[in-house]
């Protein structure tokens, strides 16, 4: 059994006792938070699914990790192409064990009043509705899956937020 620092609740996923590697989905991985997660991910023995708009940047993570991964173009703003990546990490590992929506923009900074309206609906579209379709899709795929535990009796029967999050249900 692997865990993250308690401080890292959102990747201190419980991984299973058998022997398959599990899988991390990294979006946002080919920069800042994304990257540095995707390497963590790695050192804790996942293999990573590493996706983001720009493609190369990806890449460029890929070859920073210690596991095998893939690399994804993705515009998480996009269903279509959210699925697609979904698709993308089933076809090559079969199943996705837990998901980082770390891709994300800054947007203008500068005074509201001087701000374009269509600034502030690219930053709701990439922050705010892409983290939402990655849930969609990423949470449609482990619903379908077997769930991995590795003391079934401390989860509930169906998957549910504090299981994503990899937290015990006491806490
Ligand atoms: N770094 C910080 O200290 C910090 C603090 C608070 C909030 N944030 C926010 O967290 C998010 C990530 O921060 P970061 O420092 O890792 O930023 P970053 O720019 O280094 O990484 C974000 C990644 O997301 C990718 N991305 C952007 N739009 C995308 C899209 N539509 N589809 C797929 N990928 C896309 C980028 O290509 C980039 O690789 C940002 O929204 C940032 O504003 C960062």
Redesign the pocket.
């Given at each position: 059994m692997h865990q993250a620092a308690s401080n890292d609740r959102c990747i201190s996923v419980t991984m299973a006792t058998n022997t398959r590697t599990p899988v991390a989905l990294v979006?946002?991985g080919?920069?800042?938070?994304?990257r540095a997660t995707a390497v963590r991910f790695a050192e804790l023995g996942y293999s990573c699914v590493v996706?983001?708009?720009?493609e190369p940047?990806a890449k460029e993570t890929l070859r920073m990790l210690k596991t095998p991964g893939i690399a994804v173009q993705?515009?998480?703003?996009m269903a279509t192409s959210v699925e697609a990546m979904v698709t993308a990490a089933v076809q090559h590992f079969g199943r996705i064990d837990c998901a980082f929506n770390?891709?994300?923009?800054?947007g203008a900074s500068g005074r509201i009043v001087e701000s374009p309206e269509d600034a502030f609906d690219r930053v709701m579209d990439?922050?705010a509705k892409?983290v939402w379709l990655c849930l969609k899709y990423e949470i449609a795929q482990m619903l379908q899956q077997e769930p991995v535990m590795s003391d079934p009796a401390k989860w509930a029967e169906k998957p549910d937020v504090c299981r994503f999050r990899g937290m015990g249900t006491d806490q």
């Open positions: 979006t946002g080919g920069s800042g938070i994304g996706a983001d708009i720009d940047s993705v515009d998480v703003t770390g891709a994300g923009i800054l990439v922050n892409g």
